[in-house]
């Protein structure tokens, strides 16, 4: 299976539970920027624990290069997807993970 297949698979099974529906999400993907929504995401949810100053698991998700890095390798898609911790005191909803989801799928833009 190709990431982009292992992507858009996961991305139809995580709308499965909101709704939104995967068509409103890919209309939506030329919008998502890391600038714009991804980057506040990771800040909110992920750079606690994944930061320059303490990487869980020595992954850092505090700049556009490493998120686009853990991303790209599928890393970071199947945590999300799958069975990722959810952050101190909340779980991260279906649409921010969709919203990270579609952004790899429309290439990681960071502007």
Known sequence: MTIR????????????????TFDDLILEEDRITYTADIQQIMQENCVGCHNSNFSSGGVRLDNYEDVKKSTQS??????????????????????????????????CPEN
């Open 5 to 20: 297949t292992f992507i858009l698979l996961s991305a139809f099974i995580i709308t499965g539970c909101t709704e939104k």
């Open 74 to 107: 599928g890393n970071l898609i199947s945590e999300i997807a799958l069975s990722m911790p959810p952050p101190p005191n909340q779980i991260m909803s279906i649409d921010l993970r969709n919203k990270i989801i579609v952004w790899h799928a429309n290439g």
